[in-house]
């Protein structure tokens, strides 16, 4: 399937300036979308941008952009100045591991407005304009530790539970519009943050750790055919056996220790 053809010319990347967001824009740019690329520093943005155009000869618009903001919504369309989204990814996230009641409240709220609250709101927008046009398509990046609770890790999880359960409803609503959606759900994926934490291994048994190129190509595979996919055959196994084999108290606990082991907590 070719992206551009399908949904049209311009693709937005939010949290786009490494990892798994720059995988995704680096995948668009060799189909041949035109980009627009979002996230708080535009050095790391610039520098996607030069790579992409040289390599690729597409159009690249880097727009600075705190998602954290109420406003940031509102702040892009402005940015944007009247230019169509064809396709829109939402790998932007904040997340926190430790104790719930160590975090303070003020950064748990900053990560409902980035994790939740903008993506809805620009889903609302540009997924309107979608709907108009019979035409487009939307990524949410979810995450595996959004499938059932997750000790040390509560926020997060419940934030990208939220984003699962939202583009699959939308999949649903949406399915005979032209518009499709799909939530991504990744597993431990090598981006700079992720190894910034220092992780251990907590098993051999465990799902390897993906590098965020891998991603892209599975995910677009299925866009339009589920509302929802674990990305990587590891990830699929395990989830597999923590929802469908395991109680559900177990499954929360196995999550709960392996988080405690990797982070040394």
């Known amino acids: 399937m070719n ?6 010319k311009t693709a937005m990347v939010a949290g786009a300036s490494e990892g798994i967001g720059a995988a995704f824009a680096t995948y668009l740019a060799a189909e041949g979308c035109d980009l627009v690329l979002i996230a708080r520093r535009l050095e790391p943005l610039h520098q996607l941008a030069d790579k992409l155009t040289s390599r690729y000869h597409v159009e690249v618009t880097c727009i600075s952009c705190d998602l954290a903001s109420t406003s940031a919504t509102q702040q892009i369309e402005k940015a944007l100045q009247g230019k169509d ?15 719930f009641i160590e975090n303070s409240v003020e950064y748990h709220e900053k990560m409902a407005q980035v994790n939740m ?7 609302h927008v540009f997924g309107e304009k979608m709907l108009v046009k019979k035409k487009g398509a939307v990524v949410l990046m979810a995450s595996l530790a959004g499938f059932q609770g997750s000790g040390f890790l509560t926020m997060y999880a419940a ?5 699962r ?9 949406w399915k005979n519009s032209g518009v499709d959606i799909i939530a991504c759900c990744a597993g431990a994926t090598a981006t700079p943050n992720f190894k910034n934490t220092l ?3 907590t098993s051999f048994f465990a799902p390897r750790v993906q590098l965020p190129e891998e ?3 599975e995910c677009f595979k299925k866009l339009g055919k589920r509302p929802s996919y674990i990305i990587g055959r590891g990830n699929r196994i395990a989830s597999f056996f923590m929802q469908k ?21």
């Open 3 to 8: 992206l551009q053809q399908k949904y049209g």
């Open 85 to 99: 989204i064809n396709l829109l990814v939402y790998n932007a996230a904040l997340s926190y591991i430790g104790s």
């Open 117 to 123: 609250l903008t993506p809805l709101n620009m889903l």
């Open 159 to 163: 934030t990208k539970a939220y984003n």
């Open 165 to 173: 359960v939202l583009a699959e409803s939308l999949w649903y609503e």
């Open 199 to 201: 992780p251990e291994k």
């Open 215 to 217: 991603i892209p190509d």
């Open 245 to 265: 084999i395991m109680p559900r108290k177990m499954a929360i606990t196995l999550m709960g220790n392996n988080t405690k082991k990797m982070y040394r907590l």
